[in-house]
């Protein structure tokens, strides 16, 4: 007899048996399925036996015995007479095929395989499972504030030897969970902690974690040992310079007019408000008063304030939207009030919001008074506000 599959799964290939060396080795193995007299006689007539042999002959030469391959055929006929009411008798006993499934928990995808690996079950890749980063174990991070979720290939890992639960981060109590064939781990500053160190170079904040274990071949008298530990970052600048949306135009409130001079990753927004208790924010292009107080808010959105504070390092005015501009009026040099200036800075308050959310994220802000002066040498129309947060 020859005969030929194409086989879904694994390998995704045409597969004659005929080229297969063990053919006949395997042949015998999966001839109790047949066998008129073994335990599967009673389901031939309801069942046709030829089908799973053939598909047991072709799985043993695939994927060869030692992945208990021929348990799983004998399994897959008596599944299917257990399906017309027919008890087998035990046969696993004489093949020393466990009753349990060790594939079935595993829920391997589509693009996975179960199969085993130094005596341990897991899922491994099908061939033509993509692997953009192999070096990597394909993975992927994502950072917000101070939360990072990272994930990787499972197929990949149980390859290399690591399965999915002998891997953890810097806190071994944190494991990974397997969704859609991913492993993925996940901190934050708030329950999920998980060993995270943060530093800080001078130009950029960083969280650090790391995910790492030790694997080891189940039984036998030659050990494996495998580490593996992978770095993760997260980075983030310590500074960045905004500027306001609004244009303010100052004027004044007689005919006679003498107009006075006047921008990871996180959010730092610069918003100017109408009132003291910050409520009412300007939009647009917005006509001021002369000597008339306007409230400026400087919001940072997106780091955790129980780690950073917010300071304003400088803040200066310019005449049009260029915060690089030549013309300019420093309201703040170096964490220093400016005292000679057309714009004149009242008052300089800070708050801390606190976290509204699981997630960590808060905002830091930063209020500040500013008042616009007319000096009769200088006629500026409008101006921009800048601020470097620090």
Not at 246 to 273: E, F, T, W
């Amino acid at each position: 007899m020859s005969f030929v599959f194409s086989r879904c799964g694994a390998n995704d290939r045409t597969f004659d048996v005929n080229d297969c060396p063990f053919r006949q080795e395997y042949s015998e193995f999966c001839s109790i399925i047949t066998n008129t007299s073994g335990p599967f006689q009673p389901c031939h007539i309801h069942v046709n036996p030829a089908v799973y042999y053939n598909s047991c002959v072709y799985d043993l030469c695939v994927y060869s015995s030692a992945n208990d391959m021929l348990c799983s055929a004998l399994g897959a006929y008596e599944d299917a007479c257990s399906m017309v009411w027919l008890q087998i008798s035990d046969w696993r006993s004489d093949l020393g095929c466990s009753r349990e499934d060790p594939c079935a928990e595993l829920n391997c995808t589509a693009d996975e395989w179960c199969g085993e690996k130094d005596g341990i079950y897991g899922c491994l890749c099908n061939e033509n499972n993509p692997r953009p980063r192999p070096y990597y174990y394909d993975s992927t991070e994502t950072c917000q504030s101070s939360s990072a979720t990272i994930s990787l290939s499972r197929c990949q890992l149980f390859e290399a030897g690591f399965s999915a639960n002998v891997l953890h981060l810097s806190d071994p109590s944190c494991r990974g969970t397997v969704q859609n064939g991913r492993l993925v781990f996940h901190f934050d500053n708030d329950d999920h902690i998980c060993g995270t160190n943060l530093t800080a170079n001078g130009t950029h904040f960083i969280y650090t974690n790391y995910i790492q274990g030790l694997s080891d071949s189940a039984g036998g008298s030659i050990r494996r040992d495998k580490h593996l530990e992978l770095n993760i970052n997260c980075v983030y600048p310590l500074s960045q310079t905004v500027t306001t949306d609004a244009v303010l135009n100052p004027v004044q409130s007689i005919v006679s007019k003498i107009l006075p001079d006047c921008h990871g990753m996180y959010q730092v927004r610069m918003i100017p408000y109408e009132d003291a208790a910050f409520s009412h924010p300007y939009n647009g292009t917005v006509d001021i008063v002369v000597d008339q107080r306007i409230y400026v808010e400087v919001n940072v959105q997106g780091v955790d304030s129980r780690q950073f504070a917010t300071v304003i390092d400088s803040c200066w005015a310019t005449p049009v939207n260029d915060r690089n501009y030549a013309v300019r009026w420093d309201l703040i040099i170096n964490n220093t009030v400016s005292l000679e200036s057309a714009i004149e800075l009242e008052d300089l308050r800070t708050s801390m919001i606190e976290p509204q959310s699981p997630s960590g994220l808060s905002s830091g802000t930063l209020e500040a008074q500013v008042k616009t002066h007319a000096y009769k040498a200088t006629l500026v129309y409008r101006f921009y506000l800048h601020t470097r947060a620090t």
